[in-house]
C-alpha cells in the first residue's frame, strides 16, 4: 500500500461520512493525531487496524487495501485481501516473536553477569565496589529499552529512567577516577585511560541506540 494514497483515499472518505479526525479516531479507539499522520502519507496503519478503518468507514477491507471504490466488492477481492492481510500477521507475528525472544536472551545474559558481579564485590570487597557499581547501574540502563522492546511499547519516562542509569553508571566510574587522581595514582590511571574512554563511548552509543530503537518502534506501533 502507498502511504500518500491510502492517505488521500482515508481523508476522502472521512469527509464523505462527515467525519472529523477525531472522530474516526474514537472509533478506532486511537488519537486523531494517528490519524491525521495516516492523512499526510506519513505513516500507515496498523495491521490490526485495518478491518477496524474499513469497517469505520463503511467501506470493504478490498477497498481499503486498494484504496479504490468499487462499484459491487466481488468476493474474490475481499478473499485475497483477508489472505494478504493474514499472511502480512503472520510474518510481523514472526518478526515480534524472533525480536522478544532476543531481548529476553540479552535481559537473561545481563541477569548472569549481574550475578556474577556480586560474586566479585562479595569476593573482593570494597576494592571493586565503584566498577561493581558502574556496571550493574549500565545493565540496568540497557535493560530498560530492552524491555520497551520486547513490549513494543516506549514510554518517555522509560527513555528518561534508562538515560538517568546510564548517567549514574557514568557518575560512579568518574568519581573512581577523581578518588584515584587525589591520591596520585597517576600510573593506573594513565595506563587505563585511553580504553576507559573508548568503553564509555561504546556504552553511550549503544545506549543512545537502544532507547531511540525503542522510541521508533513504539511510535510505530500507536
Not at 529476553?104 to 576494592?127: D, E, I, K, R, Y
Not at 563511548?201 to 510505530?220: D, E, H, K, P, S
Request: proline share 4%.
Amino acid at each position: 500500500m502507498d502511504a500518500k494514497t491510502l492517505g488521500d483515499f482515508i481523508a476522502g472518505r472521512r469527509r464523505e461520512l462527515g467525519l472529523t479526525q477525531a472522530q474516526l479516531a474514537a472509533r478506532l479507539h486511537l488519537t486523531d493525531k494517528a490519524v491525521s499522520r495516516w492523512e499526510r502519507g506519513v505513516g500507515l496503519p496498523d495491521l490490526a487496524t485495518l478491518e477496524p478503518l474499513a469497517a469505520a468507514l463503511e467501506v470493504s477491507l478490498a477497498e481499503l487495501m486498494t484504496a479504490r471504490r468499487q462499484p459491487q466488492p466481488l468476493p474474490e477481492a475481499e478473499e485475497a485481501a483477508a489472505q494478504t492481510l493474514a499472511l502480512a500477521r503472520q510474518s510481523r507475528s514472526a518478526g515480534q516473536r524472533a525480536l522478544w525472544w532476543t531481548c529476553a536472551a540479552c535481559l537473561g545474559l545481563f541477569g548472569a553477569v549481574a550475578v556474577f558481579l556480586v560474586w566479585v564485590l562479595a569476593v573482593s570487597g570494597p576494592v571493586a565496589a565503584a566498577s561493581v557499581a558502574s556496571l550493574l547501574l549500565g545493565l540496568g540502563a540497557w535493560s530498560v529499552p530492552l524491555v520497551q522492546l520486547a513490549r513494543r511499547r516506549c514510554t518517555p519516562t522509560g527513555c528518561i529512567f534508562s538515560l538517568g542509569l546510564a548517567l549514574a553508571a557514568l557518575s560512579v566510574q568518574f568519581a573512581d577516577i577523581l578518588t584515584q587522581v587525589r591520591e596520585g595514582d597517576w600510573s593506573a590511571l594513565m595506563d587505563t585511560m585511553d580504553t576507559l574512554l573508548a568503553v564509555v563511548v561504546f556504552f553511550c552509543a549503544v545506549t543512545l541506540a537502544l532507547n531511540l530503537l525503542a522510541a521508533v518502534l513504539g511510535r510505530y506501533r500507536k
